[in-house]
């Protein structure tokens, strides 16, 4: 369970100093796939940064399984972020490297004896004919599979996502909430994915909070659209629908 009690973070900004995120209580629970919606600017990232402990709010705790992260040793701390693996939206791969070395790098850090086999994860993306591709080679949606495996091959049991589908085109999208379904379903982990498009929400999680100016403004059980009433639409269909129908 992930728990943000009160916290609040202040930036300096061009008319001084703001309230990024201001006094959020949240409470996402072990195993869910929670969002986190709103605007640009609404603090969406600050809060996730505050989840993986790369920033500290100013007041307030994060307290993951009872315990309270910035009580945590160093030790503690590496081995909690150990644990919680992250999806980009611009992907974040190195482009000198091969999509398996890619998805080996948080290996090269770390010691996971959990970890996922290389064919395995390679399969459950659906890159196992890339695996010797540069990212330059691939496309969007491929790119961010790349960075899905990264992020599972550790087992983590924290999937962090900021935007995981913001740089994709509908269909792409579609394919990717897909993939992060399944990854839910196959793997125990706790989802938390920070984004704009309602649509994404609504496809995964179970629950979301909207955050307006840095406040939480509701967290609101999300129904989830059966899947015949919500065909995947082909290209042509979609632009026949949009251009020319009034
Ligand atoms: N390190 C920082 N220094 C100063 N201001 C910051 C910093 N990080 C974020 N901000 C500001 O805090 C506010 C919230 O930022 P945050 O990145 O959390 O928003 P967001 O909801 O993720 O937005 P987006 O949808 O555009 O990614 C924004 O106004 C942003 O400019
Ligand atoms: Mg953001």
Redesign the pocket.
């Known amino acids: 369970m992930i728990e943000l009690k009160q916290v609040s973070k202040q930036?300096?900004?061009q008319n001084g100093i703001f309230n990024?995120v201001h006094q959020v209580d949240l409470t996402i629970q072990q195993n869910e796939i929670f969002g986190v919606i709103?605007?640009?600017?609404?603090?969406?990232?600050?809060?996730l940064r505050f989840i993986n402990a790369l920033e500290t709010p100013d007041v307030g705790h994060v307290i993951v399984n009872g315990m309270n992260i910035h009580e945590m040793s160093k030790q503690q701390l590496r081995l909690y972020q150990k644990n919680i693996g992250m999806i980009f939206q611009q992907f974040n791969l190195l482009s000198n490297k091969t999509v398996e070395e890619n998805i080996r790098l948080p290996l090269e850090l770390h010691a996971y004896p959990e970890s996922i086999p290389m064919d395995q994860i390679l399969a459950f993306v659906g890159l196992t004919d890339k695996r010797n591709h540069y990212p330059a080679q691939l496309s969007g949606g491929q790119q961010q599979r790349v960075g899905i495996a990264r992020a599972l091959i550790t087992r983590p049991s924290i999937l962090l996502c900021d935007?995981p589908t913001s740089a994709l085109d509908h269909r792409t999208t579609q394919d990717i909430v897909k993939l992060l379904k399944q990854a839910h379903e196959k793997f125990e982990m706790t989802v938390v994915i920070?984004t704009?498009e309602l649509e994404v929400i609504k496809a995964l999680c179970e629950r979301a909070a909207i955050?307006e100016n840095?406040t939480l403004l509701d967290t609101i059980a999300v129904k989830q659209t059966k899947r015949n009433e919500d065909p995947i639409k082909s290209y042509h269909q979609q632009a026949l629908e949009v251009l020319t129908y009034e």
């Open positions: 930036y300096t900004g990024a709103g605007e640009s600017g609404a603090g969406k990232s600050t809060l935007e920070v704009h955050l840095g």
